[in-house]
């Protein structure tokens, strides 16, 4: 649990970088781009590339390596696992790719929500996904849904955490460990999380309610708008996607 809280989802920080004045939607298009590729390799020159530009975007990002290593150093343990079970299976090329597939989400993730404001984030996402309204998708609800679910995340943390904490000291002189007791407690804090995040959605429903919310009834102070840097990270995402078309034709050939 601990490594939840140490991740910091959906809070951003004031780096003053390159990557904090761009349009969230160029940041999104990236993001998307970069994760779809690592998502489909399974080489290891097409690893070291991705590795090359995950540096890059940690180095523009200019965020404190602390802070990085908080967000992985709980995921150690699986990381771990995954790199052992595949050595055991005598698979090294997934041992080595998997693990490393796994870093660059969780980094991409870091990078982004540090970067760019709840606000702003879920502003991009509502203009990248915007050509759905098309075919009648619920783009506005579907927003609206994500961002209130990364903004409870934290709260539904601290709540676990404390739960868990005081499950500890009620049963700290009991000697009784067996199976059903410990079943027993797991059900008690899923039901005391259930009853929590109920009372969490009532409680933002009273608001939205008091405050006459309606969807897409929606004043932006400031509008989103391409500038050159912006155009840069597309045309970056767009290159990154032609060396790997490339790579994977050269390694076909090959």
């Not at 920080?13 to 994760?35: C, H």
Request: hydrophobic content about 55%; some cysteine; aromatic content about 10%.
């Amino acid at each position: 649990m601990q490594w939840l809280k140490l991740l910091s989802l959906g809070l951003s920080m004031n780096t003053r970088s390159f990557l904090q004045d761009l349009d969230p939607r160029s940041k999104l298009i990236f993001a998307a781009t970069y994760l779809f590729l690592v998502a489909c390799s399974n080489d290891l020159i097409s690893m070291v590339l991705y590795a090359i530009s995950g540096f890059l975007i940690v180095f523009a990002a200019r965020l404190p390596l602390v802070y990085l290593w908080n967000g992985l150093k709980g995921l150690l343990p699986l990381l771990l696992a995954l790199f052992c079970y595949h050595m055991l299976l005598g698979d090294m090329k997934h041992a080595a790719i998997l693990p490393c597939k796994l870093i660059f989400f969780i980094l991409t993730a870091l990078v982004l929500s540090a970067t760019t404001a709840p606000t702003k984030l879920a502003d991009g996402l509502e203009a990248v996904m915007r050509p759905l309204a098309l075919i009648r998708f619920p783009v506005h609800h579907f927003v609206f849904m994500i961002s209130v679910a990364f903004r409870f995340i934290p709260l539904f943390v601290d709540e676990t955490d404390s739960m868990l904490k005081s499950q500890k000291v009620k049963h700290a002189r009991d000697q009784d460990k067996r199976f059903r007791t410990k079943i027993q407690s797991l059900l008690q804090l899923l039901v005391a999380l259930l009853v929590a995040a109920l009372r969490r959605a009532d409680q933002l429903a009273l608001a939205m309610d008091a405050r006459c919310y309606l969807p897409g009834n929606k004043i932006r102070a400031r509008r989103l708008q391409f500038r050159w840097r912006d155009w840069m990270v597309i045309f970056s995402a767009m290159v990154l996607l032609l060396i790997d078309i490339l790579l994977k034709g050269a390694i076909g050939k090959g």
